[in-house]
């Protein structure tokens, strides 16, 4: 039987050329950034590419929204100062949320959901720029071919976890929904199947059309 096949992690998925800005980069050369390079984010670095922030569409637009109000009074709030903010350290997002490249694809989603950001820096220990993963990075899994889905289905989940019924039980595979019909001994194992069946990549359900085997 063949290896484990050893899970995505974020580096393998993750964009390699990215553009990142310094401290001192304008409001203007941010821009510009964005547009040619097609991004609605950029890391902002220092020492090469140390990562000590991120200024984001939504950053700049905070001056887009105050157009008109004057300057900021004293005390006045973050988002106040930021609308005349001319530079990336004044209106970058710090510090970072960043994901390490061998991170679990589960995890950065986890991390894009909670902080409710759309890319993230991909970081080493030291905290340089390896690259950026999106969204869009992310569902790259789920282009896996049903062909494969199966194939791993069958060798790593089916033929370990119920290897006395491996001819017994079958995969099917439609537009990444497994279905696994046949004879089951033990249904006990069809809780402990679905979760991990869940965690192959690609798999978008899970199905079970399987009968006790009474012989």
Same mark, same amino acid.
Do not use: Y
């Given at each position: ?54 200024? *984001? ?15 900021? @009074?004293? %005390? ?24 390490? %490249? ?14 409710? =950001? ?40 089916? %033929?370990?976890?119920? @290897? %006395?019924?491996?001819?017994? =039980? ?10 696994? *019909? ?5 249904? *006990? ?22 009968? @006790?085997?009474?012989?």
């Amino acid at each position: 039987m063949n290896a484990v096949r050893q899970p995505m992690t974020v580096g393998d998925v993750m964009t390699c050329r990215v553009v990142a800005v310094t401290r001192r980069a304008s409001f203007k050369e941010i821009v510009r950034a964005l547009e040619q390079w097609h991004v609605s984010a950029v890391p902002v670095v220092e020492e090469g590419t140390r990562v000590v922030g991120v200024v *984001s569409e939504a950053d700049l637009l905070r001056k887009e929204e105050r157009r008109g109000d004057g300057p900021p @009074p004293v %005390g006045a709030s973050a988002g106040s100062r930021a609308a005349s903010a001319l530079t990336a350290e004044e209106l970058m997002t710090s510090p970072a949320v960043t994901v390490r %490249g061998d991170a679990s694809l589960a995890r950065a989603a986890r991390a894009m959901a909670r902080h409710q =950001v759309k890319r993230l820096p991909v970081v080493d220990d030291r905290g340089m720029l390896k690259g950026v993963v999106s969204r869009g990075d992310l569902l790259k899994v789920f282009l896996r071919s049903d062909e494969d889905i199966a194939r791993d289905v069958r060798e790593n989940v089916v %033929g370990r976890l119920f @290897p %006395g019924a491996w001819r017994s =039980v079958e995969v099917d595979v439609e537009e990444g929904v497994v279905t696994l *019909s046949g004879l089951l001994g033990d249904r *006990s194992l069809v809780p402990v199947a679905d979760r991990l069946v869940r965690s192959v990549e690609g798999v978008v359900d899970v199905r079970f059309e399987l009968t @006790p085997n009474r012989v």
